[in-house]
């Protein structure tokens, strides 16, 4: 397969050269420890960006585990089809490789943003074992964990010691991101629990596995037929458990994951309108256009000329 017909994944060296690109005088955090790790002040952040910018507000799908850590304000974050809006004293993670925008941040938020590999935690742990540890890195996890003020005050220190150590450059010590970035997570496990949703009911359960397995094979399997098979329940009773759940149809959600992904590869590749077109399982052009114009009123060459300010 040609390189243009790669599904495009921005790694971390790539979101600093984003910032680079979209900031007025980005020059604090740019060391080579940004290929494994990198945290910042939203504060500061804000005061160098002109939010949102291009690249926060487009579908994007990147290589890192990310958090983001609201002290002060709101934001609007999704991730996959799920858009989360959230306060103060309220972190939001972000899996590797799951489609994500950042929608809205007030002015005069505060908190802190960090990303951070994997392979930075696996020296002393496998990805498993973390996951089942601390599981709101989980793919299909919530993504929400909300903390009291007591958690604050003691979760607030660690964060800024990962911050002066990011700041040392090359002479930042990994063993001591590994130590702290474990600790923030051990802060956070005992408010996992009370930052769920307040629903166990079987169709909203089949309803979350029917998006997680969206999410997942959206490119190979694209009939909710096919993900009925694969929960082995009948597509009569995956429609009726996700309009229970949702209100909309399992076929209606399915579209709403191709539209995504449209939109993802229309900003963030160089794939042609045909090729995206066959990716989302439309063999011809004509159908997709068709398809997109009615989701979003704009043709798909429309979109991927179109700023989303």
Known sequence: MKESSHIPIIDANQLITNLHKESKSFIAFTTKVHSNFHINRIEDYMKIVDFPTQSDIVPRRISVYSFFFLTKGRSIRSKGLDSYDFGENTFFFLPAYQITTHQEICFGSEGYYCHFDMELLNVDYKTKDLINEFTFLEFNANPIVMIDEEAKIRIIPLLERLIQEYKAGE???????????????????????????????????????YKKYLSQYIYEKQKTTDYAEMMAISPNHLNKCVKMTLGKSAHDLLKEMLLLEAKFLLKQSD?????????????????????????????PSEYRLTKLM
Not at 185 to 208: D, M, Q, R
Not at 271 to 289: C, P, Q, T, V, W
Request: aromatic share 14%; charged share 20%.
């Open 171 to 209: 002479n930042c010590r990994f063993d001591i991101l590994r130590m702290y970035l474990i600790t923030v997570f051990t802060e956070l496990k005992i408010f996992v629990g009370s930052s769920k949703p307040n629903i166990s009911n079987s169709a909203f359960l089949i309803t979350e596995q």
């Open 271 to 299: 794939l042609n309108i045909s090729e995206i077109a066959y990716k989302i399982g439309r063999n011809e052009i004509s159908d997709f256009g068709r398809f997109f114009k009615a989701q979003t009123g704009m043709t």
